[in-house]
């Protein structure tokens, strides 16, 4: 986890709240590091409110989950993913989240 990227991102995000790409990157640097897991999952969550059509954080967040032992969540978060990459017409995407579906299963 880099924590001078981290501040950087934050002093983005507090210019730009609704800066999607910069609240996934926080939630990657947050990842990155095990124990803060949370933080990233809590990052993902509120991009997920606030942009449900930012396709990428489905699978990070499903993939948190599963790590987290939240195995409903993660099927949940990644069957929401599925529904949108196919809305979108990302068969790429869409076969990463069934890889990851199937990991669970």
């Known amino acids: ?5 981290i ?3 934050k002093e983005l995000l ?3 709240p609704a800066d999607s790409f910069c609240r996934y990157a926080l939630a990657l640097e947050y990842a990155s590091d095990p124990s803060a897991r949370k933080l990233a ?3 993902l ?3 997920k409110k606030n942009d449900s059509q930012y ?6 967040l499903g993939y948190l989950y599963h790590q987290e032992q ?9 069957t929401q993913g599925q529904a949108l ?3 979108q017409g990302n068969a790429h995407t869409y076969s990463e989240l069934e890889f990851l579906l199937d990991e669970i299963d």
Not at 1 to 5: G, L, W
Not at 70 to 78: D, F, G, R, T
């Open 55 to 60: 396709l990428a954080l489905y699978y990070q």
């Open 1 to 5: 986890m880099n924590h001078e990227r």
């Open 45 to 47: 969550e509120l991009l």
């Open 41 to 43: 999952i809590e990052e």
């Open 14 to 16: 507090e210019e730009s």
């Open 7 to 9: 501040q950087q991102l």
């Open 70 to 78: 939240e195995l409903e969540l993660a099927k949940q978060v990644l």
């Open 85 to 87: 990459a196919k809305e």
